[in-house]
C-alpha cells in the first residue's frame, strides 16, 4: 500500500484554553475525495483549521507526503501544497474577479491558469471585471476556490462549499469537485449537505464531539444509514 497524501493521527486542538479537537485519526489517499460529516460543533472545522495551523496549540502528528506538520506555522503549510477554502470565503470586496484570482503566490508548478478556471467556471469568465461586493453567493464560493487552484497545491480542504446555495448552483459546485478529482486532485470537504457529499465522495468520517466516530465508504452507505441517522439526524 502507498503511503496516504495526508496521514492524521491523534489530533489535539485547542482554541486558547478550549480544548477542541480530542484525538483525530483520519486518512486521505492521492486523489481522494474525503468528506468530514457530522453536526454543528462535531469539530469538523476544526479539524481544517488544524490542519492548517490556524487553531492554537495543536499535538499528535499531521503527515503530508510523509513530512511532518503538526508543528509548522501555518504558511509553511500552504508552501507544502495544502490550501484551505474557508466557509467565510474570504473575497476581498473592493477587488474584480480576475485581481482576487491572481491574489494567492504560486507555491508549485501545475496550478490552473485563469483562463482554465474561467473554463470550470464560466460564471466567473462573464463577472471578470465585477468587485467581489457585486457577486451573488454562488459565485463568491465558485470565486474562493478557483483561487486555491491557480497556487499549485494538490490537497485541498474545503469547509461547507455547498452552504447557503441555491440547489442548481450545489449541483455545479458537485461537478467541479468530480471535475477536481479527474484532474488529480486530492479533496477534503467539511459538509453538513449529507445528501451532496454522496454525489462527490469516495469516503466519509464521521465526527463527534473532536473525535472521528465512524468512517463509511461511500459504497456502504445505504447499509449504514441507520447509523448514519443517529450521528446526523438524516
Known amino acids: 500500500m502507498a503511503e496516504p497524501m495526508l496521514s492524521v493521527k491523534g489530533l489535539e486542538a485547542w482554541y486558547g484554553e478550549s480544548h477542541v479537537l480530542h484525538g483525530v485519526d483520519i486518512h486521505i489517499n492521492q486523489g481522494e475525495v474525503i ?29 503530508f507526503n510523509g513530512t511532518e506538520l503538526v508543528a509548522a506555522r501555518s ?6 501544497g495544502i490550501a484551505y477554502c474557508p466557509e467565510e470565503r ?11 484570482l491572481m491574489l494567492p503566490p504560486q507555491i508549485a508548478p501545475g496550478g490552473m491558469s485563469v483562463e482554465e478556471i474561467y473554463t470550470l467556471f464560466p460564471n466567473l469568465k462573464e463577472r471578470a471585471r465585477s468587485q467581489g461586493t457585486k457577486l451573488s453567493g454562488g459565485e463568491q464560493q465558485m470565486l474562493a476556490i478557483g483561487r486555491i ?11 461547507e462549499p455547498s452552504e447557503g446555495l441555491a440547489p442548481v448552483i450545489v449541483q455545479q459546485i458537485g461537478v467541479t469537485i ?10 477534503l470537504l467539511v459538509e453538513q449537505n449529507f445528501r451532496f457529499a454522496q454525489t462527490v465522495a ?9 473525535v472521528v ?22
Not at 468530480?178 to 479533496?187: A, I, M, N, P, S
Not at 469516495?202 to 473532536?210: A, I, K, L, P
Open 35 to 63: 468528506t468530514l460529516l457530522g453536526r454543528n460543533g462535531a469539530g469538523k472545522t476544526s479539524t481544517l483549521r488544524a490542519i492548517m495551523g490556524l487553531t492554537g496549540r495543536r499535538s499528535g502528528s499531521i503527515k
Open 90 to 100: 474570504g473575497i476581498f470586496a473592493s477587488l474584480d474577479v480576475t485581481e482576487n
Open 178 to 187: 468530480r471535475e477536481l478529482k479527474k484532474r488529480g486532485f486530492t479533496v
Open 149 to 159: 487552484l491557480r497556487t499549485g497545491a494538490k490537497l485541498l480542504l474545503l469547509d
Open 75 to 80: 504558511d509553511i503549510i500552504a508552501r507544502a
Open 213 to 234: 466516530v465512524d468512517h463509511v465508504a461511500n459504497h456502504e452507505l445505504a447499509a449504514s444509514m441507520e447509523r448514519l441517522h443517529q450521528y446526523l439526524g438524516v
Open 202 to 210: 469516495d469516503r466519509h468520517y464521521v465526527m463527534d464531539h473532536g
